[in-house]
Antibody, heavy 117, light 112 residues
Framework: EVQLVESGGDLVRPGRSLRLSCTGS????????MSWARQAPGKGLEWVGF??????????EYAASVEGRFFISRDDSESIAYLQMNGLKIEDTAVYYC????????WGQGTLVTVAS | DIVMTQTPLSSPVTLGQPASISCRSS???????????LSWLQQRPGQPPRLLIY???NHFPGVPDRFSGSGRGTDFTLTISRVEAEDVGVYYC?????????FGQGTKLEIK
């Protein structure tokens, strides 16, 4: 059974950094791109970005709203994808979802990031 | 960026009756590889989204047959043949043809 478990969500002050983790199981992690999406409270879904699998260069793509501040990485030996979030803004407050694949077939349960002073 | 426009934004339906949701993209979603990466997702209240349909009309495993997808180019439709109580929630279309990928604004399905 495919499972994705996010962790690392927290309450942080504007301008600070936070790293989210996504641990995958039930599939060969290195065979898939991994992606992130977010959902602000009471709002719709927003694509954040994805990282390609290593055989496709392991490069990442990002939404304009996070480019230059957020960075996605992966550790295939541990089956973990990371979302490093720097320079957090109040508008980054959201539930962050990890997804398998660039288009996202399986989704995790999400982890809440609250940015507030 | 590709803009995904869903209609209606809210859809009250009667149990057992059909429902359909439209999604229109601001540009063609046909990829250079010939595929059209248009998906439909369902988000039940308090739950994470889940994939229903991918590449316009393909069922994700475990998705009931009453859900179907159709369309081409820039116009797509999700149809529920007979709405059941468990179908209540918000439905999103999403395109994964052009980076940045984008979601529709969501359509809330509720029972009359």
């Amino acid at each position: 059974e495919v499972q994705l478990v996010e962790s690392g969500g927290d309450l942080v002050r504007p301008g600070r950094s936070l790293r989210l983790s996504c641990t995958g199981s039930g599939f060969t992690f290195g065979d898939y791109a991994m992606s992130w999406a977010r959902q602000a409270p009471g709002k719709g879904l927003e694509w954040v970005g994805f990282i390609r699998k290593e055989t496709y260069g392991g490069t990442a793509e990002y939404a304009a709203s996070v480019e230059g501040r957020f960075f996605i990485s992966r550790d295939d030996s541990e089956s973990i994808a990371y979302l490093q979030m720097n320079g957090l803004k109040i508008e980054d407050t959201a539930v962050y979802y990890c997804r398998r694949g660039d288009a996202g077939d399986y989704w995790g349960q999400g982890t809440l990031v609250t940015v507030a002073s | 960026d590709i803009v995904m426009t869903q209609t209606p934004l809210s859809s009250p339906v009667t149990l057992g009756q059909p429902a359909s949701i439209s999604c229109r993209s601001s540009q063609s979603l046909v990829h250079s590889d010939g595929n059209t990466y248009l998906s439909w997702l369902q988000q039940r209240p308090g739950q994470p989204p889940r994939l229903l349909i991918y590449k316009i009309s393909n069922h994700f495993p475990g998705v009931p047959d009453r859900f179907s997808g159709s369309g081409r180019g820039t116009d797509f439709t999700l149809t529920i043949s007979r709405v059941e109580a468990e179908d209540v929630g918000v439905y999103y279309c999403m395109q994964a043809t052009h980076v940045p990928y984008t979601f529709g604004q969501g359509t809330k399905l509720e029972i009359k």
